[in-house]
């Protein structure tokens, strides 16, 4: 089935660190999206990217879709004590479904 | 914004009786919503689409008669996990996308955490 690669799968930074993580697929996709998900909630959304190339930001974070349409990189500057949590990269498959990879785990030292 | 409700939040059954989730579109009507699962420190896993009017489309893997999904009006899907047993312990999320809104993005519940004994 259509995977995504995400990675890293966690990261240990120390509180005003800029951030950075990506998702690859071997599949092309017309849409990429990336989520936060904290414990014990559903996932919410961060960026929604629709165009090759796109680059949009979102206050300190900032994502990107590949030209390629097979991958997208997510940034978050300054980190601060509030961004831990999940960044889960997922891209739509066909008009409806997600796909999501595997998780980035942020945890942040103040 | 659009808000996706999801009741209960958390809920402990024994093993061998029905659970019911719901998941309500609180602001926009939704033909389709999605079912995922998660379990613990994994991603999301699509079990299923929930459409309005008629049949649920299942996944590859997931037992439809395990995992009985309703759509009966444009702002509530429900799952019911039959007969569930501990493997079905997991974290369960459902979504949405406003009807119509073309690039709508899907907007998620808080989640149900299914624990069975």
């Known amino acids: ?110 | 914004g659009a808000v996706v409700s999801q009741h209960p939040s958390r809920v402990i059954c024994k093993s061998g009786t029905s659970v019911k989730i719901e998941c309500r579109s609180l602001d926009f009507q939704a033909t389709t919503m999605f079912w995922y699962r998660q379990f613990p420190k994994q991603s999301l896993m699509l079990m299923a689409t929930s459409n309005e009017g008629s049949k649920a489309t299942y996944e590859q893997g997931v037992e439809k008669d395990k995992f009985l999904i309703n759509h009966a009006s444009l702002t509530l899907s429900t799952l019911t996990v039959t007969s569930a047993h501990p493997e079905d312990s997991s974290f369960y999320i459902c979504s949405a996308r406003e009807a119509g809104i073309t690039n709508s993005p899907l907007h998620f519940g808080n989640g149900t955490r299914l624990t069975v004994t």
């Open chain 1, 1 to 110: 089935g259509q995977q995504l690669n995400q990675s890293p799968q966690s990261m240990f930074i120390q509180e005003g660190e800029d951030v950075s993580m990506n998702c690859t697929s071997s599949s092309i996709f017309n849409t990429w999206l990336w989520y936060k998900q904290e414990p014990g909630e559903g996932p919410v959304l961060l960026i929604a990217l629709y165009k090759a190339g796109e680059l949009t930001s979102n206050g300190r974070l900032t994502a990107q879709f590949g030209i390629t349409r097979k991958d997208s990189f997510l940034n978050i500057s300054a980190s601060i004590p509030s961004d831990v949590g999940i960044y889960f990269c997922a891209a739509l498959l066909g008009a409806q479904k997600l796909v999501f990879g595997q998780g980035t785990r942020l945890t942040i030292n103040p």
